[in-house]
């Protein structure tokens, strides 16, 4: 009789122990998934469970140096356990590190991992492109010599206009003495001949 009641025992206990195993909650998807490369922002994580989750289960995110990225707010909808992000997040690797506590009340831990390669949002792009730096090309010297001619006086040239040449200040004269010699001779011709 004793052994009856042993085997009873025994097979009751196989029987709870998958029963009680089978109450732990484990991850059964996510958005990211596992090992995902996301292509457009992202601000809200979503972890799925295959069994009920208790309000007090929580996730922590950390980016590729391992500093933790803040969780604006979590909220669990049984057993869905979503995290809002304050802003979506940046292009690069990231690590959702996630405990939860099942509805028997053990705790169950994990983690995944996903990366982020977004395009920048057109605002940030343009931003970018209005605080790049403007480089302006240094003047050559054959310019700045072209700026110096046409800038500064050509003063040569106006000690020219106003020092006329001495050749033709020359000739006036020239010809002025040579008409007053023909006169003179004019005039002393005139006068012998009358005598």
């Known amino acids: 009789m004793k052994n009856y009641f042993l085997l009873l025992a025994c097979i009751y ?9 089978g109450a732990h909650s484990h991850l059964e ?16 994580l979503e972890l799925q469970f295959d069994a009920g989750i208790e309000p007090l289960s929580t996730i922590q995110l950390f ?12 909220s669990i909808d049984s057993p869905v356990l979503t995290a809002s992000l304050a802003e979506p997040l940046a292009n690069g690797q990231y690590r959702v590190a996630w405990t939860i506590i099942g509805a028997d009340t053990h705790t169950t831990e994990g983690e995944f991992s996903f990366s982020v390669d977004a395009p920048a949002p057109e605002n940030e792009a343009a931003t970018e492109e209005q605080d790049a730096p403007v480089t302006e090309e240094p003047e050559t010297e054959q310019e700045e010599t072209i700026e110096e001619e046409t800038t500064e006086p050509d003063l040569a040239t ?7 040449p001495a050749a033709e200040t020359i000739v006036p004269l020239l010809t002025t003495a040579v008409v007053i010699i023909l ?13």
């Open 13 to 21: 206990c196989l029987l709870l122990f998958p029963a009680a195993a």
């Open 29 to 44: 998807s996510s958005t990211p998934a596992d090992g995902e490369t996301v292509e457009e922002p992202l601000d809200t």
């Open 63 to 74: 980016n590729e140096n391992e500093e933790e990225v803040p969780v604006e707010d979590i």
């Open 158 to 164: 106006a000690d020219e206009e106003e020092d006329p």
């Open 183 to 195: 006169f003179g001779a004019l005039a002393g011709w005139l006068v012998r001949r009358r005598k």
